[in-house]
């Protein structure tokens, strides 16, 4: 059951953070981006060094480096850790663990943009990230990174109240991160839409006249169900 393509991180705090991986095609839009803003840099320092004999080559191989490899990973490091391109595009790097990017991994995931890159015009790093539902580069999967939509960063927890109840069967993570972002829209939709999408996982709640000690008189619509189930999902998180 997927109703988006949502990963579900858990800081070591216990506190549950629903993530929206970014996915080939504003990645690479964001990477055009900068690619375009480090050609103009570059086209500047080369018109204003270039007549410069001897110590102006030796500045604008500095300037070349500076954009190709400090420019990503200062960025990166900065508040709101992306690049320009990425800002543009709603991008942010993040350690896929929900939690703020390392020094150490900005690093890692920038200069392994020589490997993403193989064999030629980033296939590899293409590639991956059209094999795997997290959208992760090669470097990204080394440094324990990952890009994600900034806006659809947000808690897991803010969920409508309902009394926490367990699903009938074991859930996958997969199944566990689409309940919870169902739950979490919950307010937001109508509760016949509700109905509808959680009767997607039916055979994943608990019976429609169940009750803890007992059963109910009355059916319960699917989507109180489900939210009671996202309900027991976070309680089992933060116990």
């Known amino acids: 059951m997927t109703l988006d393509t949502t990963l579900l991180a858990e800081t070591p705090e216990g506190i549950a953070i629903l ?5 080939a095609v504003p990645r690479a839009l964001a990477y055009a981006l900068d690619m375009f803003i480090r050609f103009v840099v570059w086209a500047v320092a080369f018109t204003l060094l270039g007549a410069v ?3 102006g080559v030796g500045v ?7 954009l190709e490899w400090i420019y990503p990973i200062v ?4 508040p709101g850790a992306a690049t320009p391109g990425k800002r543009v595009l709603g991008l942010q790097v993040m350690m896929d663990t929900g939690l703020p990017i390392t020094p150490s991994a900005a690093v890692t ?3 392994l943009r020589v490997a993403d890159f193989m064999p030629i015009a980033y296939a590899f790093g293409l590639l991956s990230m059209l094999l795997r539902s997290d959208f ?4 990204d999967i080394v440094a324990g ?3 994600v939509h900034a806006g659809s960063v947000r808690l897991a927890g803010a969920l409508p109240q309902a009394e926490p109840l367990a699903p009938r069967v074991p859930l996958t993570r997969a199944q566990q991160v689409a309940i919870l972002h169902l739950a979490g829209r919950a307010r937001r939709l109508t509760p016949e839409r509700v109905d509808e999408l959680a009767a997607l996982a039916d055979n994943a709640l608990p019976p429609p006249n169940y009750a803890p000690g007992g059963t109910n008189p009355a059916p319960i619509r699917p989507g109180p169900r489900l939210i009671a189930v996202a309900q027991w999902l976070m309680g089992q998180r933060q116990a």
């Open 19 to 23: 993530l929206r991986p970014a996915g």
């Open 53 to 55: 004999k001897g110590v």
């Open 60 to 66: 604008m191989l500095i300037v070349l480096f500076a």
């Open 75 to 78: 960025f990166e490091l900065l």
């Open 109 to 111: 995931r920038n200069l």
């Open 136 to 139: 992760k580069r090669l470097g």
């Open 145 to 147: 990174t990952l890009v």
